[in-house]
Every structure is written in C-alpha cells, then in structure tokens.
C-alpha cells in the first residue's frame, strides 16, 4: 500500500506570516488606542448632529423586497440637497446606519440601495435616477423636497468605485464625489476599474494611514495625481484610521466628509473653512496627513506626513 506525506513546503506560511500578521494588527490596535485623536474646531462641529432630527425609511420593490433606504430631516421645510451612498462589498445599508443618519441631521436627503456590488456605478446612476423621478411624482413625500442641482456622491471601498463610475451612465454628472478608502486599482474587477482623468465633479479622496493594503497612501496620491489641472480636488489621510473606518458612524471620517457636503452643496461658509482661506483647518490638523489640494478658492497647499 502506498502512503502520501502531508506537503512540508507551506508549513512556514502557518508557523511564521501568520503570527507575524497577527501581531502587527495586534500593535496597529494597540497603538490606535493609544492615540489621543483631537479633532479641529470644523471637524469636531460638523462631527456632531446638526440642526434637524432625523429619520430613515425603507422603500421595497414590486416583489417585496428592500430596494432603497432613505435617510432625511424629519421635517423638510426646504428641499434639500441629495447625496447617494455607494456600499462596500456585501455590505448594506444598515452598516453605515449611524453615519448616514448623522448627514440627515445635516439638512441632506441621503438615498443607500440595497446592492451588495456597487462598483460598476450602474447601481448608483439608478439610485439618482431614483431621486430624480421621486422629486417630480405628486405621490412621493419627497415631491419637489430634493435639490436636483445639487446631488452628490459618496461611497466606502468598492462603493467609492462606484460613485467615481456613476457618471458613465447620468445625463449630468454629479456636484461632488467622495471616496472613503478608495481600493487600488488592482484590487478591482475589470467591470469596476474607474478613472480620475475623465471625472468633472469636485472630488474628495479620505482614507486612513492604517488602511496599507486596500487602500494605501500610494494608490490615493496616484487618483489624486490624475485629477485634470484646476479640477477642485482634495486627498487627506486620517491618521490611524483602517479600511472599516467609516462603517457605523463614520469615526474619524464623519466630520470632514459631513464638512465638504456643507461645502460644495450647501455653500456652507463654516464648513469651507476646513479647506479653504488664509489658514484652512485641515492643512494644520495634526490628525491628518498627505493633505493635497487643487482648484479650491484661496487653497492650494499640501502637508506631507507619516
């Protein structure tokens, strides 16, 4: 009878990377903790509820199933403007439940669909195509309540794919468009693969100095880098932050995302300081490095960091 040995040559895999892995996340955590994260004055403002109360409701399709969540003020005297969410892989709207209802209180009307797979920017065209037909149908709560001149996209992970593809499929592009934890390009499937050079909205880069495989420094400065000359743009890094950052309720992501939506769709004057002016508030943040600008009133600086 013969007999076959258990293959030696992989054991090195199991016996070495994998617990020099786990204390590297280990001191990354440790390290995290320890950290005493002070955010600036913008920052901590817009990190906060703002004026309204608000409310989240799920809209199903014609087979019963959620199609659509959607986070507002609960009173809408004014229309508001609108902001579509891109989802991480497999994740739904529920995992970002704390951070979307926080924009609501901001006066901003934000639609999630349930889409595991957000990357191609099909999903979110139809999600603004969405708003835009709920804006003019009479039997919508959302009649006449959505600013249609100024929707803006944001998206975590393979959902920042996403919203940079959207506009491949909408008529008019988006006012802005944020990127949370952008993947490299190599991380992408053929079908998902953006492109900076060809985008017209203002764009946003955030990521997290800890988020080194996914989403590192080097393939955000590269997006970054791909911006035509005068697009209004911004990277910044959050020390610290990993690739899950902004689930829940946004962590050290929240106040500035929530400050650039005030900023390029509400012509929130507070909310440009953080990036625009004499001395704008996320340059000197000590929270945040690889800070880059272009194409923003008085601001064209950039803070290299660790």
Known sequence: MMTSEKPTSRLWVKW?????????????????????????????????????????????????????????????????????WGNGSDAQPENYDALLLHLATWGFVVIDCYCRHTGTGREIADTVRYALQENVNPASPFYGK???????GAGHSQGSTGVLN??????????????????????????DVYEIGTQSAALFFMAGTHDFII????????AYEGVRLGQAAVMAMTRMANHVESMGDGGMHRGYLTAWLRYRLADDSDAAAAFTGAHPELYRNKGWSDVHSQGLKDAHYKKEGN
């Open 166 to 191: 959207a506009g491949k499929y909408l008529e008019k592009p988006l006012q802005t468009v944020v990127t949370i934890a952008l993947p490299a390009l190599r991380w992408c499937d053929p079908k």
């Open 146 to 152: 959505l600013l249609i001149d100024r929707i803006g």
């Open 16 to 84: 070495i990377l994998i617990p020099v892995y786990l204390l590297v996340m280990y001191a990354l955590k440790l390290r995290k903790r320890l950290y005493r994260y002070q955010p600036e004055p913008v920052e901590q403002r817009y990190g906060e509820p703002g004026p309204h109360r608000s409310r989240s409701v799920v809209i199903e399709a014609e087979n019963g199933n959620p199609q659509y969540k959607i986070y507002c003020p609960e009173e809408m005297d004014e229309a508001c403007p609108v902001i579509v």
């Open 215 to 222: 989403s590192p420094r080097a393939s955000n400065r590269s």
